[in-house]
Structure formats: C-alpha cells, structure tokens
C-alpha cells in the first residue's frame, strides 16, 4: 500500500492511502489533502505517480514551499519513509512495496568459508521451478469480451480517462471508476466512486479496499471482469 501520514507536532491525523495518479495537497477543502493553516497555499502541491508506477512530488507555485528532506523543492522523486514539510505540517510518505522490495534486497545471502569443506550427496535431485502465476482480469460482458488485461502494474486503473488501463465507454462514465492494487499477498479493488463498482453484485462504497480472490466477478460502468490467474 502507498499512503501519506498527515502529522502535526508528531502527532499522526490523517492516514491516506494514494490511489488515484496524482493526489492534491493544499488548504482549499476540494484537495485529497486538506491541511487548514493560512500558510498553506489553496493548492499547494500535489503526489504524482507516473505510469512506471514511480512517485513524485509537485509543488504547484506555493507561496511558502513545499521542503523534503529540509530542501525546498520544485519536483522530486518519493521513496519510503519520505518527510514533505509544508507549513506546521508534516507529510511522510509510506510505500510499502518498495519497502518490501529493499529489504529482499539488503537480506544476507549464505555464504560459505574457503577453509570449509562442502559436504554433496552422491545424486543431488535436481531443484524443483515453481512458475508463478500471473494475475488477469477477463472481460465477460461489455466492450471487448473475453479480452484477458494482465495486472502487472502497481496501480491498474478502470474509467474512461487517457490515465486509465481498462476503459469504459459512455458519456456519463466517470473518468476513474477504480483501481487494482497489486500487493505482496495478491491484489484488492478499490472504489473511487461511489455506487458505480460492484464486487460479486455487492456495491462498493468509495475508497473501499477489498481484497480479490480468484473467481471474483467486478461490475464497473457497463463492464463485467473475473479476477484470475493464468
């Protein structure tokens, strides 16, 4: 999950996940983040995540300034555990894949001594591959069916806007109508709007993660999707 914690003198008031490819941040009550301090600007800044699934921050011409890692900055890479300053406030960024991903990286491999002798049965079998399954959502109803979309991004978005993987058609289709999150463990739905995503026929409040097992059918602005693995 990547998420910001919004915190005043230490103290956590906000957990917000990031879902959506950029996230406002400023005092005016229409941004993602709302920070109400006159020193804030009525948009301020914004996260953005670029279609490699990297993330960025933006300052959209404050007039105090957004600082990481005590610099003033105009637009800069994020990564894991990152402090945004803004006013009084202090934004951390929390990215838990590339958290996960560091630390497979930093664990120490076995290593063996020159001075040992290594020990090898006579007939060593052979190491058993393990194919990892990949992950699809299969059209069943709607505009191309039948069509396989592979999840193999962080974020995979559905809606009829130029930002989203799957789309939908139709005027009155929202432009993001939700999003896969790929995680450790598998991939959840998450609504970003309210009442236009069903999961198994069940509505889906906004900003609900749920968790998707295989077989799970996803109604979205006309479209009918089955979570699988191939």
């Known amino acids: 999950m990547v998420k910001l914690l919004l915190k005043f003198n230490g103290a956590i008031l906000k957990d917000l996940p990031i879902v959506l490819p950029e996230t406002s941040i400023g005092r005016r009550p229409d941004n993602d983040v709302v ?13 953005v995540m670029d279609p490699s699934g990297a993330f960025f921050i ?55 001594s020159s001075d040992a002798t290594v020990v090898m049965s006579a007939s060593p079998a052979p190491p058993k591959i393990i194919a990892e399954k990949a992950a699809f959502l299969r059209v069943l109803e709607g505009e191309n069916p039948g069509v396989p979309y592979s999840l193999t991004l962080l974020t995979t978005y559905i809606g009829k806007s130029s930002q989203a993987h799957i789309k939908l058609k139709g005027f009155f289709q929202p432009e993001l109508a939700a999003c896969i999150i790929k995680k450790a463990d598998g ?42 693995f191939q």
């Open 187 to 228: 991939h959840a739905l998450t609504a970003l709007k309210e009442k236009i995503v069903k999961l198994n026929g069940i509505p889906l409040m906004e900003q609900a993660q749920v968790p998707l097992k295989e077989g799970d059918v996803i109604n979205a602005g006309g479209l009918k999707l089955m979570y699988f």
């Open 35 to 47: 920070i109400d301090n006159p020193a804030v600007s009525g948009r301020h800044a914004k996260v």
């Open 58 to 112: 933006e300052d959209l011409n404050s007039t105090n300034g957004t600082f990481l890692r005590d610099r003033k900055v105009t637009r800069s890479p994020l990564h894991h555990e990152d402090e945004l300053v803004i006013a009084k406030h202090t934004l951390t960024f929390i990215n838990e894949e590339e958290a996960a991903a560091a630390a497979a990286a930093a664990a120490p491999k076995d290593t063996v």
